[in-house]
């Protein structure tokens, strides 16, 4: 296209010549005001200029530039007849264009007419432009149509892949409710028998997002894909195009196929189960690479490579005066180790890693479990036979094994295969430090999961070591993990309490509550294990530089337990509290508070002790401290310790064990981080370990159900929903308040604006149990906009459940890019009582909270000047709007301060009106605006100017809604 078209190639020389950023903005200023001086004038325009025009649009575009005309232009070349023009209009269409464009209707019923056309290319346009957009406008326009060319037998096979991308995007997105007819399972299912294989990789896809969203409906097309799957493994295709190397045929055919298979129950029909166990066994023998690695020429080169290595090896330890760096020599001698084909070793272990998840899934043959465990453990193991040994090097390859590995630990068979390759999985946590740490976290979940009483020791031991060094994005799931092996296998307490102190020693910023709370109750509980807690957690405060975490369990310890230590002279009580007070001026306010308990309970177990700890409150540093708590908890205590002996006794008594459980706290945490990486996307889950499914598909619905509960875009499916109009229109005027709140449930927020930056949001969500006894489970939330181009979200994690009486926080970030008009959503959804309830939200995040005054107030002439450069519309927006009450100038003006658009005095010649001027601040630029409000009566007129020909009609209309309220 660009060769076409003379002018656009040299407009992108021009963009690509420029020495810096202002020089190509210039370039691109005066290229769009030409653009705009054509579009605007009287005299039509070919449609090779409308072609070259919108194509410069479109790059423009791409290299990060707002584009706020030539749609009309763009829809105007998708009717053309000649296809480069109709090719460049739904260029720009398809890259511009969302589903909440103001114009998708125009584009819906173009593209409806164009995929009706007999001429392909057309229809292959239109069918492009509904898989990149999607949306319910382009669905409601050609989403039957779809359905009868994906059933026809008479479409080509060039229309057909694209109908099924086309089906896929609005399937995805909810638009198309149709496909779980009969009449659509038996097509897909003749699809997948005699398919022309481009036809058939399209709709393999299609498939898989069919069987999560319609399991039990196309739970019948298993055998097809079974058939396939063996023709494509054992017999090849006669196609050069889909053999990626000599006896590997299609493998990402393969791959959606296995994962078809993936989401479905084994197959019932012994001769289908017999096809899949005899495909998926080529499948895990890598036969292909087999046959590389034992031709002559790469057994010489294994020799040579071998030679070359024992040598270089050698002469490193006979001239050690030579000074050659160890590490780079063995990275040169790995870079020189044969290696089968790049293409070929990728389209077998494609088809191998995802055959293992299927083996895992069904978790119902232990000879395929065993051997798949075993390959796996030569693909990580250096020293395993020549066909491995060059693929372990790779560390996506390893990676992916360590992942099979993991699922294959967790099945009924395979364990104790996989626990053969410990000491391969240890090697690849003590590999070089520069490795991807999520092989690390791969490895560290391989030892979790094969983990057992008479492994643990030698694991936890190794994992210790590992977390020492390890990278501090995985340090939290480490350290969850070892407290939760070592206190599931753990047959010596003492040595759980070792343990988990020595992680705290370690990793003291990683260990989470939910770990030192668990230690503690496991303290508590059992009797045999305190003396020796108190004096490590002891020996541990001497030191002045250990962690605020250690200091919060020793507190607890010493409290409880101390008396157990106090007869040995460098235990005493007076030590024991200089220990403590040492470590107070360092500590958090929660830590504090903590250690004050201990010295209260200090002089419950010690009495002659009550003294000095009466001194200890009264110091003025407690008695009378800034922060409120502190100074209550001391003055409270001292009283205490005043009282009768009786009274105190009763007051701190030892605490009573705790009930007998497991740790499921920090089971909950695991889940919780596991579940925040995890793949969102159905069938790119099914490398994690899945359930067994029953027949019938019931499984794999739940599943998909499941998986659509945390989509980003998943739909609501409560029983009950409500929303917060009611509690939003306040927010126009302040920024903290409840969003919602009913007898059970309040959701409050607070928010800053402006901070790091002025177009960004920080909004803080409170969400409050009032219950007095239900606990809110099952929480889930997600955060949306209608204009997913103008606002930017990403909203932090919240705990699933909440008790009673009690408060749970979340932060949204907001970054708006361009002006909006609808503020973001929040949905959340919880259970209550068995009941599902939705609440959706309106978020606080309005147009006038990113407006910021000029340093400095214009003049009447100034004000005047920058009106009349605006112009009229588009870049003007009139509204008349009556409010509750009659406003005067004077009422008004307090207003419009509160609404962050402070009037300017002395701008317009009748006092009854006021005038205002702000600046609207995106990250990708600022947008003056100027105000006109004219008043009379109950009635506003106002008149909003402004650069952008989108501001001006949003800007106007969030400033009526808030005067109407007046």
Same mark, same amino acid.
């Given at each position: ?63 990060? #530039? ?89 479409? @080509? ?39 022309? /294989? ?45 053999? /990626? ?30 096809? *899949? #166990? ?44 030579? #000074? ?80 099979? $590995? ?47 009483? !008479? ?21 939290? !799931? ?6 939760? $092996? ?82 040995? @002279? ?28 201990? /010295? ?144 059970? $449930? ?96 309106? $978020? ?90 004219? *008043? ?31």
């Amino acid at each position: 296209m660009v060769k076409e078209m003379r002018g656009l190639a040299l407009f992108i020389q021009d963009i690509r010549g420029c020495k810096s950023a202002e020089a190509e903005q210039k370039r691109i200023n005066k290229e769009m005001a030409n653009i705009r001086h054509k579009f605007g004038a009287k005299k039509a325009l070919s449609g090779y200029d409308l072609k070259k025009y919108v194509s410069k649009l479109v790059f423009t575009f791409l290299l990060g #530039n707002e584009i706020e005309f030539g749609h009309e232009e763009a829809i105007q070349l998708m009717r053309s007849p000649k296809f480069s023009e109709k090719q460049a209009g739904y260029l720009f269409i398809s890259v511009l264009f969302t589903d909440a464009h103001e114009m998708m209707d125009k584009v819906g019923e173009i593209v409806g007419q164009d995929i009706k056309s007999d001429k392909q290319l057309d229809c292959c346009l239109a069918l492009h432009c509904v898989a990149n957009i999607g949306g319910k406008v382009l669905a409601e326009a050609v989403g039957p149509v779809l359905g009868k060319l994906f059933k026809a037998k008479e479409t @080509p096979p060039f229309v057909k892949k694209k109908v099924a991308l086309a089906l896929l995007k609005l399937l995805r997105e909810g638009s198309v409710q149709y496909l779980a007819k009969p009449e659509y399972v038996k097509a897909m299912s003749q699809v997948l028998q005699r398919a022309e /294989y481009g036809v058939l990789t399209s709709a393999a896809s299609l498939a898989i997002a069919l069987g999560l969203r319609y399991p039990e409906e196309y739970e019948s097309c298993v055998p097809d894909v079974v058939t396939m799957l063996h023709r494509l493994v054992l017999k090849g295709v006669d196609d050069d195009q889909y053999k /990626y190397a000599k006896n590997v045929t299609a493998p990402w055919i393969c791959v959606k196929l296995i994962r078809f298979l993936q989401i479905f129950s084994p197959p019932s029909d012994p001769a289908v189960l017999e096809r *899949l #166990n005899a495909a998926l066994g080529a499948i895990m023998n890598l036969g292909p690479l087999k046959q590389w690695s034992n031709s002559e020429g790469v057994k010489d080169a294994i020799v040579r490579w071998r030679a070359y290595a024992n040598k270089e090896r050698n002469q490193l330890e006979a001239f050690p005066e030579r #000074n050659i760096n160890p590490k780079r020599l063995e990275r040169e001698i790995a870079r020189r180790k044969p290696k089968p084909p790049q293409k070929k070793m990728n389209a077998c272990l494609s088809m191998c890693f995802e055959g293992a998840n299927l083996i895992c899934h069904y978790d119902n043959d232990q000879e395929q479990q065993e051997h798949a465990a075993a390959l796996m453990g030569k693909l990580i193991d250096p020293t395993a036979e020549v066909h491995s040994a060059t693929l372990s090097d790779n560390p996506n390859i390893r990676f992916l094994a360590l992942e099979s $590995l993991a699922s294959l630990a967790q099945t009924t068979y395979a364990r104790t295969e996989v626990k053969k390759n410990l000491p391969e999985i240890l090697a690849s946590l003590k590999s070089d430090a520069r490795d991807d740490p999520t092989v690390h976290r791969k490895a560290v979940d391989v030892l979790y999961n094969a983990c057992d009483k !008479d492994t643990v020791q030698t694991v936890v031991k190794e994992l210790l070591v590992f977390l020492k060094k390890s990278d501090y994005s995985i340090r939290e !799931d480490v350290v969850l993990k070892i407290a939760i $092996l070592s206190e599931k296998y753990a047959t010596d307490f003492t040595w759980y309490v070792n343990i988990i102190l020595t992680l705290i020693k370690i990793a003291g910023d990683h260990v989470t509550d939910e770990v030192w709370h668990r230690v503690l109750q496991i303290v508590v509980g059992r009797p045999e294990v305190q003396d020796h807690a108190a004096r490590i957690c002891f020996e541990a405060l001497l030191d002045p530089t250990c962690h605020e975490a250690m200091v919060k369990v020793g507190a607890y310890v010493l409290g409880e337990f101390g008396h157990l230590i106090a007869n040995d @002279p460098a235990c005493i009580p007076e030590k024991q509290l200089e220990v403590l007070q040492r470590h107070y001026p360092m500590m958090s306010t929660q830590t504090r508070g903590l250690l004050l308990s201990t /010295y209260v309970k200090q002089g419950n177990l010690f009495p002659e002790m009550r003294t000095t700890l009466d001194a200890v409150f009264a110091a003025s540093n407690l008695a009378k401290a800034s922060d409120a708590e502190i100074q209550q908890r001391a003055n409270e205590y001292r009283h205490l310790l005043q009282a009768s002996d009786e009274l105190i006794n009763t007051v701190l008594d030892e605490m009573p064990a705790f009930a007998e459980k497991e740790s499921s706290s920090a089971l909950a945490k695991l889940e919780k981080n596991k579940s925040a990486g995890a793949d969102a996307v159905g069938v790119s889950a099914g490398r994690a370990k899945r359930p067994k499914a029953p027949p019938g598909g019931a499984a794999a619905k739940a599943a998909a159900a499941a998986a659509s509960a945390t989509k980003a875009d998943a739909e609501p499916t409560s029983e009950t929903a409500v929303n917060n109009d009611a509690f939003f229109d306040k927010f126009m005027l302040m920024d903290n308040g409840v969003l919602y709140e009913n007898p059970v $449930l309040q959701i409050g927020c607070k928010a800053v604006y402006g901070d790091p930056s002025a177009s960004r949001a920080k909004i803080t969500i409170f969400y409050g149990n009032r219950s007095a006894s239900d606990v809110f489970t099952n929480i889930t939330t997600r955060v949306y906009a209608e204009d997913e181009v103008a606002l930017k979200l990403h909203a932090g994690d919240v705990d699933s459940s909440l008790k009673p009486e009690v408060q749970l926080q979340q932060v949204v970030q907001c970054d708006v890019t361009a002006p909006f008009a609808s503020p973001p959503m929040l949905e959340c959804a919880l259970t209550f009582q068995n009941r599902r309830i939705t609440v959706t939200m309106k $978020l606080p995040i309005l147009p006038n909270k990113f407006y910021t005054p000029l340093p400095a107030p214009l003049d009447a002439a100034a004000f005047g000047d920058k009106w009349r450069q605006i112009g009229g519309p588009p870049r003007e927006f009139v509204q008349v709007v009556t409010t509750k009450s009659k406003l005067t100038p004077e009422s008004l003006k307090a207003k419009l301060a509160g609404y962050k658009l402070p009037a300017t005095d002395n701008i317009d010649p009748n006092p009854q009106n006021c005038a205002a001027i702000t600046v609207w601040t995106t990250s990708t630029g600022v947008i003056g605006v100027l105000v006109r409000i004219e *008043l009379k009566d109950q009635a506003c007129r106002v008149t909003v100017r402004a650069p952008n020909d989108t501001a001006a009609p949003i800007v106007a209309a969030a400033l009526c809604a808030m005067l109407a309220l007046c």
